[in-house]
């Protein structure tokens, strides 16, 4: 773990060992610019604080980095003994952030903080990213349930783990992937492949082997060979299931037109009494897709989505930065001129967030860490103080049900799925006068 | 790792248990289309043949699964002493593949063949679609360094991993990620961030320092502030190296126009007789944007690169499939009639390339697998035989050494970055007439 850095972190660690540099700093996360939609779902929080106090530099570690040669005896003994002993404050996991707004500050020596920046781009990026895109598919399903069907199109396995987690943070109903529902203890569910069917004699027989084995939890996938008739098959399973005092809980289609198909599939069902079985969509669908089926009139009960599908404008990354903002009391920032979008704002920042009448959401403050605002609540909460854990790790159930509850106080002009309101972010009149002070 | 599978493949495998389906079978992993080119570069093999050997259902597996109930007891036991003793045969790690080529067949016991499909499938697509990415960059590159940058933005610790080693495969020089280092053998580089500029009084007293611990390898960062400011300050530290008989290597630049930057910046440099001093260009470039940057003459010298931009039409995924395609000697598939391009080739299958007379490629045979073909030769060899390992793991050096040699055969009018023509795959007389009996 302790290796999974970009090699600056430790050739900066070294250059700032020899210099004598003991300063004390704060480094932010923040997102500089949102690839869809006006809002994001913040996730990924648990994950960066195991690693920020479980980080250690073993033996083994430190013993391979001395064969290289580039890095001094001195300062790699400075390492072995590593111990994060400063703090973090944080936005809490499944809370609405937007642009340019702290998620995370960690204050501690500098050559500390600089070695987390590698995993906790990582994996704030990323959960960030899945768990936002989820609550706009689970938006545009309408109170249908979502589940992630993404892991064989994760980057790897890290990616399907947490991206299960991350997709049920942003209100998805569960996860196809066995090992997250271990690990998090959320829903997994499964239907059944093409395989199944196809090494099967006929379509028919396949269904009946399966409902055999699961008479209680049976979805038939209809779309082998010929949807309309997958439908027939499954309404003769159904019924046999019927005589054992069982019944088919849903069919699933996966290619095709599915708004024709679920149409004519439903009206098979329907006219053979079967309205109770329900129809599953999933074959790379988007929020887009969702909205488009279901304003149709699809009759669609829920969806297998993968998040990483291969349609072009699908955001692959959130480009969040982890950067300096305060160095020994100092504040600090990058300035660049030649590209003012990089420029990041000096200072430790906190985040208020104020409330209209009505409770809804109406705009929030940045301001300096310790200024005192008299108005709406700040976002960002000690996790880690002198390098001791100060707050739990809330189960995921109770981070979907924040996510969902900040959703219902964010106007729906900032959530629609298109052409969204920028929600308004405001530098606070005491930050302003700091940053024109120090610029 | 047993649990990393979507819960369909436990279902199906309950199902196939209770209706005694002992059929022996062969899965197929293809990719029916390629999201940017012409080529792919496969990618991946190692890992998926570690998995596949490797993969044990331990009693804590078991127990956990056991307690769900959905399981029943007789088949959860018999996956106690699971052991794949099938075959696989592959095309090597860095072979140049084609759309619905067979890249990887899979034969063996129905239940054990369908639990590899998750794994498998996340690893091959994500190691494939980078590889590739990387190979175009590299190319855009002509012949300069470039280097993976990405762990930042990858997708959880695997995804940086793997990402490093897939983008080496692809042609890359190295990476920033030290822990694919390690693993790996390959390069890694780091060079400074603008935290550790922004931290200390003045530009010139963080390339001091910096400079003064890495004497032999020193990357400067000159675009914290001013770049062309912090040319200059990178020359009077070039200077002070010279005079303690050492050498500056490169300056970094992270931002703004690349072109005129790097143009200013060289003259800079070598005014000061510092040709010898390099220039390094990140800030989020694809082949592309390093296309256009080298062809309008920016004096640059190498580029750090992550792949995962945020840039749209960049692929976030590959779509590879493992499909179901021969069961006890029967060939199978699926025939969507609703989506004829989600159909399956049905029967076991290999692969024949054919050249020209200069030795290049000059098109592909899909062919039978045990058909006789007179010329050519099979890509897909041995690699797993009655579950025991019949091939060497060549290392990363000698993959990334077989794609290039791959490519200097592929001609260059399917190489392009744009507009590139589709590489010839043909199906052999022989499959087509043994389609055309099937279907």
């Not at 936005?91 to 590698?118: A, C, H, M, W, Y």
């Not at 399907?160 to 090992?179: E, H």
């Not at 399966?210 to 939890?217: C, E, G, H, M, Q």
């Amino acid at each position: 773990m302790a290796l999974f850095v970009d090699y600056y972190q430790l050739t900066m660690g070294q250059a700032d060992f020899n210099a004598g540099n003991n300063s004390v700093i704060t480094a932010n996360y923040y997102v500089r610019e949102i690839p869809q939609g006006q809002y994001l779902i913040a996730a990924g929080l648990e994950q960066v604080i195991h690693y920020i106090l479980n980080l250690r530099f073993t033996d083994a570690t430190l013993d391979w980095l001395a064969e290289r040669g580039d890095l001094s005896a001195d300062y790699l003994a400075s390492l072995k003994d590593f111990r994060f002993d400063g703090s973090v404050f944080a936005v809490p996991e499944g809370t609405l952030v937007f642009p340019n707004e702290p998620i995370i500050n960690v204050t501690g020596k500098s050559r500390d903080v600089q070695l987390f920046e590698t995993y906790l781009l990582c994996v704030m990026n990323f959960q960030t990213l899945i768990a936002t895109k989820a609550s706009r598919i689970v938006q545009a399903a309408r109170g249908r349930p979502v589940f992630d069907f993404g892991a064989r199109r994760a980057h790897g396995r890290d990616a399907g783990i947490l991206a299960a987690r991350a997709s049920f943070i942003g209100g998805a109903s569960g996860t196809s992937l066995v090992l997250a529902g271990c690990l998090f203890d959320i829903p997994y569910v499964g239907t059944m492949a093409h395989k199944f069917v196809s090494e099967r004699p006929t379509e028919l027989a396949a269904f009946q082997d399966y409902a055999a084995a699961f008479p209680n939890n049976t979805t038939l996938l209809i779309d082998t060979y010929n949807t309309l008739e997958g439908a027939r098959n499954a309404c003769i399973v159904a019924k046999e299931m019927e005589a054992r005092g069982a019944r088919l809980r849903s069919v699933r289609l996966d290619s095709g037109d599915l708004l024709i198909l679920s149409k004519q599939v439903r009206r098979i069902l329907d006219a053979e009494g079967l309205d109770y079985v329900q129809i599953i969509a999933s074959n790379e669908l988007d929020e887009f897709q969702i909205d488009t089926l279901l304003g149709s009139g699809a009759p669609l009960d829920s969806f297998g989505v993968a998040r990483d599908s291969l349609r072009e404008g699908a955001p692959s990354a959130l480009g969040g930065v982890y950067k300096l903002v305060e160095s020994d009391g100092r504040p600090v920032g990058k300035q660049s001129l030649d590209e003012p979008f990089k420029a990041t704002i000096p200072g430790k920042k906190q985040v208020y967030r104020l409330t209209d009448t009505a409770g809804n959401y109406a705009k929030d403050w940045v301001t300096l860490w310790d200024e005192a605002v008299s108005e709406g609540q700040p976002l960002l909460v000690p996790v880690i103080e002198n390098g001791e854990l100060v707050s739990d790790f809330p189960n995921l159930q109770d981070i979907q049900a924040r996510t969902i509850t900040e959703l219902k106080k964010l106007p729906d002009s900032h959530k629609r799925l298109t052409e969204a309101t920028p929600y308004v972010v405001e530098m606070h009149p005491s930050l302003l006068a700091h940053v024109e002070g120090t610029s």
